[in-house]
């Protein structure tokens, strides 16, 4: 842990007499001169910079905040950048066609440095905008698999398992999560709040004690189960792509924690933006459906990883200890049922809850915005409460609401 003394938060000035003061700007840019800085950041929490010299070469300077950029009287720890930084390091080792170079992190001023990923665009924009990415299926699967995979107990020995558990341990972080994730959404909590038409719809839902027994027991298993590494924020916000990359960053909610919850909060999110994608053909002049199919999509994810994820198992288990292909199988049907459970949880948080997935807020005024949203909600009750275990995800996400 670093002391606090040379800490300080940079803004578009400092953030390039920052960089020369160090020498980085020389050293990663080859100039200290001519230097513009561009303030980046959209989401919640942290500084974010773009950098950039007059050859045109530039980086990303990420800081962490001691508060939330959005929720200032939401304290945090600026150690979070630590801990994202050993994430990233993590999956350079086992995926690392599919994150930012990493290029410095300084531990006293909370921050990391890393490629500029040009022309790339953020998937929840381009998905909007009904653009097309033939290999995101391919990427997001394979990378769900590697990260999930090679940091759990299938892959490593024992000891070295449990000895990096307490490294990414992200108490203030993860507990934020289990309040406004699964704790308040279903309860009268000054949090939450929705559109005037969805309170009806919300104040159903919040008298379900069946369903509030189901998302308490997905918190149960997002606090006890120390599964693997977890990216612990993964959406649609948190990837840059173009038709033949895709690219991951913001791991700074991660920890070990259950391997679902990471492929839950991604089906959550792309749900989402099907039952946004009408709104979105219009906007873009697009004839409906001309988008990417976003059910095909999950479908094609799952299936992706479910392979990989089956091919690592056989071939790069910890030997002697794994080797059951009945009980491989058995783990990614528990695994596609908590996945689904765990997507409700996220559909109904991001709905009714804290923090509004960003194709509420860009819907406000649009009348399908209710209609979007009570199918999103009325997914979450299906997937959390199931009649019969799921068999396989194309009936999951065929046999809801909507179908």
Request: proline letters at 5%; aromatic letters at 10%.
């Amino acid at each position: 842990m670093s002391s606090l003394e040379n800490y300080y938060a940079l803004d578009k000035n400092t953030v390039v007499s920052w960089l020369q003061k160090t020498g980085l700007a020389s050293q990663l840019l080859g100039s200290n001169e001519h230097l513009h800085s561009e303030d980046l950041a959209d989401g919640n929490v942290n500084l974010v910079f773009r950098v950039s010299n007059a050859a045109g070469r530039s980086l990303i300077v990420k800081q962490s905040l001691p508060w939330a950029r959005k929720y200032p009287d939401f304290k945090l720890p600026l150690d979070r950048a630590v801990r994202e930084y050993g994430i990233l390091q993590s999956y350079v080792r086992h995926c690392p066609e599919f994150v930012p170079e990493v290029y410095h992190f300084d531990a006293e001023m909370y921050v990391c440095i890393m490629q500029d990923l040009q022309p790339h665009v953020i998937l929840r924009t381009g998905l909007q905008a009904q653009q097309h990415y033939p290999l995101l299926a391919q990427h997001l699967g394979e990378f769900l698999a590697k990260s999930l995979f090679f940091s759990s107990d299938l892959a490593l020995p024992s000891a070295e398992k449990k000895a990096r558990v307490p490294q990414f341990i992200n108490p203030v972080l993860v507990k934020a999560q289990e309040d406004v994730c699964f704790t308040q959404p279903l309860q009268q909590h000054a949090h939450n709040h929705c559109h005037a038409e969805l309170e009806q719809t919300a104040a159903a839902l919040r008298a379900d004690q069946d369903l509030y027994a189901a998302v308490l027991r997905m918190k149960r298993v997002y606090m006890t189960s120390a599964e693997a590494l977890l990216h612990g924020d993964l959406h649609t916000g948190s990837m840059l792509v173009t038709p033949t990359e895709t690219r991951i960053f913001d791991p700074e909610f991660g920890f070990y924690g259950p391997m679902a919850y990471d492929l839950g909060c991604l089906v959550a999110h792309l749900y989402i933006g099907h039952v946004c994608q009408p709104v979105f053909a219009r906007r873009a002049g697009a004839t409906p459906g001309s988008g990417m199919d976003m059910l095909e999509l999950i479908r094609q994810i799952w299936q992706v990883f479910s392979q990989q994820f089956t091919e690592l198992a056989r071939s790069q288990s910890v030997l002697g200890e794994w080797q059951s292909e009945r009980y491989i199988q058995r783990y990614l049907d528990e695994l596609l049922q908590d996945t689904l459970a765990f997507a409700g949880v996220e559909l109904i948080r991001r709905t009714i809850g804290l923090a509004h997935a960003p194709e509420w807020e860009l819907m406000a005024e649009e009348p399908a915005l209710i209609l979007a949203a009570q199918q999103s909600l009325g997914m979450a009750r299906h997937w959390l409460l199931p009649i019969q275990p799921w068999s396989n995800m194309s009936s999951a996400l065929h046999r809801g609401p909507e179908a």
